[in-house]
């Protein structure tokens, strides 16, 4: 019978053919005896079936893992800002029920006969994506994040084996094909570990793009999920680090975490002192502000990356780029090879989230509480919780 199973689903996936498409009912495929077989797996998540809707308790179908995939018990889950988003539809586009959840550690509770990296029992984590096209440029470069068809996003996107939508990391288990799969390092506190998975990857990636090391002038702009560990990884990378921040009560905090000097953003004497001397600016802050005055203080050929998401347009002027041949550049996570390098370099140096620890149950209320930006640094779901 597994035989079977493993035969059809190669089949299936070779011909992208969804014989029974179902996000409720448990997927069936024909076999040739005249009978049916499952090729899916009922499993038990926290999710919304619409936009208004609180999360809540559902049964969402998960495939059976082919020969190249791992089956993971989901162990703890990091609550990003991107789970409130899609799963209110901010970003226009959620596909219902979501269930969100990217930032995921758990443990190896089956592997498919061809997977290599992985034994059942061993710690992996998952990040933003469980695919991509695997043929372009990008793809074949390591950058499955820029995929030219579209990553396949761990939550939200068309899973190309069942033709439904993904499921994020709310949820018991998760079947991804181990290609995107990293491993844990093993010093590290797994539920601690779990927001590197798209904090640490989002900021680490820009850091290691523009060749942050020593003797290099480094800002970060905004303390919170994305922030907070773009500090402690350009100061571990051994750049000197400049925390900028709106709010006085941040400065001990940032210093905490490695922060050489802290500027209060409001404050013009302060942010004068840093005109034209920073060689990158990391700006992690997702609300409206005034990009021309962090621009400024770039050296000349410096660049400031955007990670955070403000939802309008920032106006940029010209001549906060043109005098000093600056460059305002974007970046989105990275790909599975630098993810696991973070990780790696995360173990090396002993770097973890600062996390604030909840049960699934707490998740409407962890949502209302980042919408204040009250939790520092992020919020991990126990997801030991939802056998409750
Ligand atoms: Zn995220
Ligand atoms: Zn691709």
Not at 134 to 156: A, F
Not at 162 to 183: A, N
Not at 218 to 225: F, H, N, P, Q, R
Not at 356 to 384: H, P, S, T
Request: net charge neutral; proline share 4%; charged share 20%.
């Amino acid at each position: 019978m597994v035989i079977v199973t493993v035969h059809i689903v190669e089949w299936f996936q070779t011909h992208n053919f969804a014989i029974i498409k179902s996000n409720i009912m448990e997927s069936k495929i024909a076999t040739a005896e005249g009978g049916t077989i499952a090729i899916t797996k009922q499993v038990r998540a926290f999710g919304t079936a619409a936009p208004a809707g609180p999360l809540k308790q559902l049964n969402i179908q998960r495939r059976k893992p082919t020969p190249h995939d791992v089956e993971i018990e989901i162990l703890f889950c990091g609550v990003c800002h991107s789970d409130l988003h899609t799963a209110r539809n901010e970003w226009h586009g959620t596909i219902y029920p979501c269930v969100p959840g990217h930032e995921i550690v758990g443990k190896i509770v089956n592997a498919g006969s061809h997977v290599k990296k992985f034994k059942v029992g061993d710690f992996a984590a998952v990040g933003c994506m469980v695919d991509s096209c695997r043929e372009c440029e990008y793809c074949k470069e390591g950058l499955e994040q820029y995929c030219e068809e579209g990553m396949t996003g761990t939550y939200n996107s068309t899973d190309p084996h069942l033709g439904i939508q993904t499921y994020g990391g709310y949820s018991e288990s998760i079947v991804v094909d181990e290609v995107f799969v990293l491993k844990v390092p093993e010093n590290l506190d797994l539920a601690s570990t779990a927001p590197l998975l798209c904090a640490g990857i989002t900021t680490y990636s820009p850091l290691r793009h523009w060749n942050i090391g020593p003797g290099k002038r480094v800002g970060i702009v905004g303390i919170g999920g994305l922030g907070h560990m773009g500090v402690k990884l350009a100061k571990a990378m051994g750049a000197e680090v400049i925390v900028f921040t709106t709010s006085p009560s941040k400065i001990e905090d940032a210093k905490r975490l490695g922060a050489d000097h802290v500027v209060l953003s409001k404050d013009k004497d302060q942010m004068q002192r840093y005109s034209g001397r920073l060689h990158f600016v990391l700006d992690a802050v997702s609300a409206e502000h005034d990009i021309n005055a962090y621009l400024k203080l770039l050296k000349v050929d410096g660049t400031l990356a955007l990670v955070g998401a403000p939802e309008h347009p920032l106006p940029v002027a010209a001549f906060s780029l043109i005098p000093k041949r600056r460059s305002f550049a974007g970046s989105m996570i990275g790909g599975i090879a630098e993810t696991q390098e973070m990780l790696d370099f995360c173990g090396k140096h002993n770097i973890v989230a600062d996390i604030e620890m909840i049960n699934i149950q707490q998740i409407n209320e962890a949502y209302e509480r980042l919408l204040k930006g009250d939790v520092k640094y992020r919020f991990v779901i126990d997801m030991a919780s939802l056998k409750k």
